[in-house]
Each structure stands twice: as structure tokens, then as C-alpha cells.
């Protein structure tokens, strides 16, 4: 666990270390094509406070993301006990907890750390799941914050949402400068400012492309890795690795493509949300069910 942990947080530490890299670069080449240092300033200054910013609230814009809604223990009994009960187990703070309204089974963990996770379930899986088994799958997820799995999912889910807008800034202007020399023929420096915005449109979209395209799968695969490491911890918190079992055939045998859950916090819910099969093994966050349920089936011949 300890392992994970440093893990986790080295990932961290080497995504956000590209992200200033990708930032410099872009700043260092603006600058040369405007041939002034405003941009790179502008870059170096605008980046580093979005990233603060959209950090600091990472956790909770991630829970709106997925359709988290707070429930208080008097909407959802059940849960909540189930919930305290894991987490006294687990050794940490009482996360928040919600519930996501959505009838595909699954459930969704997010947390930079113990002290501020969000725990939340659909309305799916409260309806499928008897005690035992949903036990299990918030088991699962209170391991995913003991080991800090979601501080990884997190931090690219804020570097993300950094390229994106500085890509949407770049588009934008790129094609307000181009629209002005189409409007009007212009020559000398129209012809100029338009090239510029030409030059803009291409960052932007290579930047776009790195935020939508390899973010996520970046994400997606250290993701992967982490899952086996939630079921057998989760595991030790119940003592009991047939409830996580049946819960994984149960959620197996339901569509849990959550509708409101985005590519970017697709990696902090319990199963897929993009199904299986060809597409889950490029996009998936979580290994097949099948493989998951055979590594639960042999730690459970060990009880």
C-alpha cells in the first residue's frame, strides 16, 4: 500500500513537471512568433494559478462532473452507514457522501486526500446491491482513497482543464484574427496578423488534441493498474471477497455507462463507463471484470 501511495504521488509529480515543460515550450515558441516575451509571461503567469485554482476545487468540480448530489444520512440510511462503518475501518475521516442518479450500477471515488474524499453510489447499484455486496464496492472505493488513487486521476483532470482553456483562448483568437484579413482584404500587416492567427488556430488544436485525446489516455492506463490493488484492499477491509465478487458479476451483467460521467473522471468510478471489449482496452480505466473477479476469487481460497 505504502508502495502505491509513493507511487501515486510520483505520477503526480511527473505529470505536472510535463505540464510546465508543455507550458514553457508553448510560451518560449509564442514569444518568438509574436517576437515579444508578453506571451511567455502570460503563459508562465495564467497557467500556474488556473492549475492552483483548479486543484484546489478538483475534487469537488469532479463529483458535479460525474452527477454527484450530497445526501444526508437521513435520504440515504443505508449508505451512510455503510460508509461510516468502512471508513472507521479504514482509519480515515468520514468522506462526504452522495448519490449519483443514474440506473447503470456503479459507484465513484474522488479525493486529493483522505481529508477531503467524496464518496457517492448511483441510484443503480443502491437498487441492485444488498448490504454485503454494496459494503464491498465502498470498500473498494475507500481503498482508492487510502491509497491516494484519485490524487493522480485529479491532477490530470486540472492539467486538462488548463490546456484546454489556454486551446480554446488560442482558437479563438487564432480565428478572430483570420476572420478579420477574410472579411476585408488587407494587405502587409493584415497578411500578417492572419498568419499569426493561422499559427494560433495550429497550437490550439495540437494542444486540444493533448488535452482530449492524450491526457486521457494517460490516465486511463496508470488507472488500470490500480484497480487490482483497490479490490484486494478492499477486500481486507470486509473479509469477505465473495460480496465483491457477486457485486462485480451483478454490475457485469448491467449496462454501467453512467450518462453523466465525462472521459475526465471516468477513471474514478468502480467499473467502466465505456463498457468492454476493443474500445475499453484503449479508453477503459479498469481491466476486464473477468480478470478481476478470478484474482478475488484466489485471494479468497487464502481466507
Not at 495550429?202 to 494517460?218: E, Q, S
Not at 490500480?226 to 484492499?233: G, H, I, N, V
Not at 471489449?277 to 479498469?286: I, R, T, V
Request: aromatic share 8%; net charge neutral.
Amino acid at each position: 500500500m505504502y508502495r502505491q501511495i509513493a507511487r501515486n504521488k510520483r505520477w503526480s509529480i511527473l505529470l505536472i513537471t510535463l505540464f510546465c515543460v508543455a507550458v514553457v515550450g508553448l510560451g518560449v515558441f509564442s514569444a518568438w512568433v509574436v517576437g515579444d516575451v508578453w506571451p511567455f509571461w502570460l503563459l508562465l503567469i495564467f497557467c500556474p494559478l488556473y492549475v492552483w485554482w483548479a486543484l484546489s476545487s478538483a475534487t469537488t468540480s469532479a463529483a458535479k462532473t460525474a452527477g454527484w448530489a450530497a445526501a444526508d444520512a437521513e435520504q440515504q440510511p443505508r449508505l451512510h452507514k455503510v460508509v461510516e462503518t468502512t471508513a472507521i475501518r479504514a482509519g480515515i475521516p468520514m468522506p462526504k457522501v452522495g448519490v449519483i442518479d443514474d440506473p447503470a450500477p456503479n459507484a465513484f471515488a474522488a479525493s486529493l486526500s483522505p481529508k477531503n474524499a467524496v464518496i457517492g453510489v448511483t441510484t443503480g447499484a443502491l437498487d441492485l446491491l444488498d448490504d454485503s455486496e454494496l459494503e464491498a464496492v465502498v470498500a473498494h472505493e475507500v481503498a482508492h482513497i487510502v491509497n491516494h488513487d484519485g490524487r493522480v486521476t485529479l491532477t490530470t483532470f486540472a492539467l486538462v482543464g488548463s490546456i484546454a482553456s489556454v486551446a480554446g483562448m488560442l482558437l479563438v483568437l487564432g480565428w478572430a484574427l483570420v476572420r478579420s484579413v477574410l472579411s476585408e482584404f488587407k494587405m502587409g500587416l493584415g497578411i500578417i496578423m492572419g498568419m499569426l492567427g493561422i499559427v494560433m488556430i495550429v497550437i490550439g488544436t495540437a494542444f486540444a488534441a493533448v488535452a482530449f485525446v492524450l491526457g486521457p489516455l494517460i490516465s486511463s492506463a496508470v488507472s488500470r493498474r490500480r484497480e487490482f490493488l483497490a479490490d484486494a484492499s478492499g477486500v481486507e477491509l470486509t473479509r469477505f471477497p465473495e460480496g465483491l465478487v457477486r457485486a462485480l458479476e451483478k454490475i457485469h451483467a448491467h449496462p454501467s455507462t453512467v450518462k453523466a460521467a465525462s472521459f475526465e473522471v471516468r477513471g474514478l468510478f468502480f467499473v467502466n463507463t465505456v463498457g468492454e471489449g476493443l474500445l475499453a482496452q484503449w479508453l477503459g480505466s479498469h481491466p476486464p471484470v473477468a480478470e478481476r473477479v478470478e484474482r478475488l476469487k484466489e485471494i479468497g481460497r487464502g481466507f
